[in-house]
């Protein structure tokens, strides 16, 4: 089916399913119970899951199969919200040619940058990827005002040139990115007894574009273009010696990941139609390696994991004050209480990064394969349990 194997085929159902249903399984807690501070099934922050999703998924395709890496790739997420907006602006307010445009532009950054940087490898082909993002970054944020809104960022404005719509709404407005007439930020509830569930149009449309890109990579790993990536980060010298040129198909590699940097990017841009500088610094490169790495390099569903877990730290446990601590831990005695509050406190609120830190050195150590190599290791564990089990059943009958 989709000529996919059938584990290729059981993980994209598993991915499909998680995320269709990801209104009801990130919210497992009561909305009025203490613990519904944890959950995450509102629309902003299952649209980052799945977007930068989308932006791991890309990087993965250059650093998992070449290993290649680079550290310039938020250059390309902001060119492709810049690209996204401008398309807002001048053309309609329908999110799909937005996309497309940011995809094409990203891709022509991506081609460019790549023939120079792919020129040089390991830390070099890295630094130069880096000095690139900075640079556009520079441009962005000083140089070419006009086109990026400098520090203040692109914006929609009540005067926009749209071609295909209008510049303002009846009321006045500035109009919304939409799906051929569904508004991208419409949302329907459901009450369940103390549960309420969010279902919003942009994010099933972001899902829907990640369960395509993830698909579209399973195809990439399968390929014979997969397998010629993968030889060249196996040995690259010894396939050149081969008489195989390796450029090609490295630079082929850097384009489509700079393309799904861009696809990030312009989804970016439609849920929230601004474009700012600050998406092309060189944190935000550095954001989507620790989600590779997290998830685990090379592997299919890894990225896409070790997205979810950054950016659920990012947004759950950096709202988590001094206050809400106290409120968990009002029924043990003062002194008790006070004084595990100001344990706790350094790793979450503003200090959400250290704990996120100590994770990822954890992971590093004890899984360096990712969060997949978690995933399969306590697999292998229930699987021997039961096969011993199994065993202790039938030997009394032998």
Known sequence: ?????KTDLSLLVIVAVLTMFAPFILNPFPADSAMAQFNAGYPDLMQRFVIFGVFAIGFNILFGLTGYLSFGHAAFLGVGSYAAVWMFKLLSMNVVPAIILSVIVAGLFSLVIGFVSLRRSGIYF???????AQMMFALAYSVLTPITGGETGLQLALDDPRILGVSQTAGGNIPVPSIFGLEMRSSAELALGAWSFTFNVGYYFCALIMLVSFYVAIRIFRSPF???????KSNQQRMNY??????????????????????AGGLMASMDPLAGAERMQWTASGEVVLMTILGGVGTLIGPVL??????YFENIFSKINSTILHEWFAF???????LLVNVLYPFIGKGWHLTLGILFMLVVIYLPGGLVEGGQRVNGWFRNRGAKKSTTKTTPAE
């Open 226 to 232: 997969g397998m010629m990536l993968r030889a060249v």
């Open 242 to 263: 081969t008489g195989l040129n390796s450029k090609p198909y490295t630079l082929a590699a850097f384009v489509i990941s700079g393309m799904y940097a861009g696809l």
């Open 126 to 132: 890295s630094i130069l990827t880096l000095a690139f």
């Open 1 to 5: 089916m989709f000529k996919l194997e």
């Open 306 to 311: 070790g997205a979810g877990f950054i950016k």
């Open 332 to 338: 043990l005695p003062d002194g008790l209480e006070d």
